[in-house]
């Protein structure tokens, strides 16, 4: 079973802040990291994702580093906004079909 | 494009008890994914179809989960009989086959379930 292990369980920063959260997975040959936000009521949604073969993936205000020798991958949310106060969840590819295994999740409350 | 529909929105039951969820996929797509989040985890799959076919289900409970996906569109999902620890969020989600090399899951809004 793969395993993504994710990190920190909480986070607050203040308004402006940067939030930075990181995940590890274990091996895999997959070419597919995303990573969902989710708010309270709702269901994940897809926000950014990154194929290992570049090391950074900006949309916006998120982004992706991923480094590949260590197994890691980390979102960085710039200029945060209290809007981005939500739960965030890495996720990694496993099996055949491709199926995701989800991180434990980081819940994100940016302070106004 | 319409989202994934999921209902009930909530449930509660008590122990012991029957319960079954149901979801209507985005149009089109032809995988249906099934996933338990418990409260403070990740979602974790049960089941994954593909069209009518189960691509995965290692990880359902068969004993007392059931799954189907009749005409490779609405699926339901059930639970007989529900124990305490089935208190969870239960999501669905679809995907596109020919964006597989993606896999962008598209998330319903989930039942909550509430065992007493």
């Known amino acids: 079973q793969q395993q993504v292990k994710q990190s920190p369980q909480s986070l607050i920063v203040q308004k402006g802040g940067i939030s930075i959260i990181n995940c590890a997975y274990e091996n895999t040959a997959f070419d597919y990291f995303p990573w969902y936000q989710q708010f309270p009521g709702k269901g994940p949604a897809l926000l950014i994702a990154?194929?290992?073969?570049?090391s950074e993936k900006k949309e916006g205000r998120f982004t992706i580093s991923f480094n590949k020798s260590a197994k890691q991958f980390s979102l960085h949310i710039m200029d945060s906004q209290p809007g981005d106060s939500a739960t965030y969840f890495c996720?990694?590819?496993?099996?055949?079909?491709?199926?995701?295994?989800f991180g434990s999740g980081t819940q994100l409350t940016v302070l106004p | 494009e319409a989202g994934v529909a999921q209902s009930p929105r909530y449930k509660i039951i008590e122990k012991r008890q029957s319960v079954a969820f149901w979801c209507n996929p985005i149009s089109g797509h032809a995988t249906l994914y099934w996933y338990q989040q418990i409260l403070g985890q990740g979602p974790k799959l049960l089941i994954q179809f593909q069209n009518n076919g189960v691509v995965d289900d290692s990880q359902l409970p068969k004993d007392r989960f059931s799954a189907e996906r009749l005409k490779g569109v609405d699926s339901t999902l059930k639970i007989q009989p529900a124990k305490l620890e089935d208190s969870a969020v239960y999501l669905c989600?679809?995907?596109?086959?020919?964006?597989?090399?993606?896999?962008?899951?598209?998330f319903g809004p989930g039942t909550r379930l509430t065992v007493l």
């Open positions: 989600a679809s995907s596109r086959q020919k964006d597989r090399g993606r896999n962008e899951q598209f």
């Open positions: 990154i194929r290992p073969d570049v």
């Open positions: 996720a990694a590819p496993a099996g055949s079909a491709r199926q995701l295994t």
